[in-house]
């Protein structure tokens, strides 16, 4: 089953505008990560948030951790048309010698130029 | 430096026959995850070794499929006999995990095996 929800599901934004991506999961989690695939490629490790911090920044990245929601967000600046492509959410949850991610189906971010 | 190498990129193979997936980690990993994608299901993971052991196969959909890593460097996913219903898109992904103390590490992807049953 899906740990992470993505929303919306697909956005379409004008090159240099903001894309703000959010996900909600349903049980604790140790951390939470973002991926990025481009069409016909592997899943790119973007940034990850550990469950006791709330913020963090990386480049034009921008992601937020609200554990008593349940939800994060991600947030690409100045966005590019290089930026097209699936975004996913996925949950770390680590049970002694069990560590493994749960990805949610993923937002798919169109940026015109 | 090298990242994940899966082979082959593309199989096209007929129901019933074996199919063989392969994948090299990143050097120095001590974790491997196989996961298959599909627009219905999106992404899943199927089965993952720690220290070349394998931890956790509850993803693995029925007897058809297995998966070894008899070394460090080397993975296959095999599905015998294959069915139309298995053709997807098959990652492998490599990371580092420090020792089960819930740090948690990025993984890191190959390209995938599109493949397609007949």
């Known amino acids: 089953s899906q740990q992470g929800e993505e929303d919306p599901q697909a956005l379409s934004i004008q090159e240099g505008e903001n894309a703000t991506m959010n996900c909600s999961y349903k049980t604790s989690i140790n951390n939470l990560q973002w991926y990025r695939q481009n069409s016909g490629r592997g899943l790119v490790h973007l940034i990850l948030i550990r469950s006791n911090e709330r913020e963090k920044h990386s480049g034009r990245l921008r992601v937020t951790l609200d554990t008593s929601k349940k939800s994060s967000s991600l947030l690409i600046t100045a966005s590019r048309a290089a930026d097209t492509a699936s975004y996913f959410c996925?949950?770390?949850?680590?049970?002694?010698?069990?560590?493994?991610?749960?990805f949610g189906k993923g937002i798919t971010l169109s940026v015109r130029p | 430096d090298a990242g994940v190498i899966q082979s082959p990129r593309h199989e096209v193979t007929e129901m019933g026959q074996e199919v063989t997936l392969r994948c090299k980690p990143i050097s120095g990993h001590n974790s491997l995850f196989w996961y298959r994608q599909t627009m219905m299901r999106g992404l899943e993971l199927l089965i993952y070794?720690?220290?070349?052991?394998?931890?956790?196969d509850s993803g693995m959909p029925e007897d058809r499929f297995s998966a070894k890593m008899p070394n460090a460097s080397f993975s296959t996913l095999k599905i015998q006999p294959s069915e139309p219903r298995d053709s997807a898109v098959y990652f492998c992904?490599?990371?580092?995990?420090?020792?089960?103390?819930?740090?948690?590490?990025?993984?890191?992807f190959g390209d995938g095996t599109r493949l397609s049953i007949l």
């Open positions: 992904a490599s990371s580092f995990l420090h020792g089960g103390q819930g740090m948690g590490q990025p993984q890191h």
């Open positions: 996925a949950t770390g949850n680590y049970t002694g010698a069990n560590s493994k991610l749960t």
């Open positions: 070794f720690n220290n070349n052991v394998p931890i956790d």
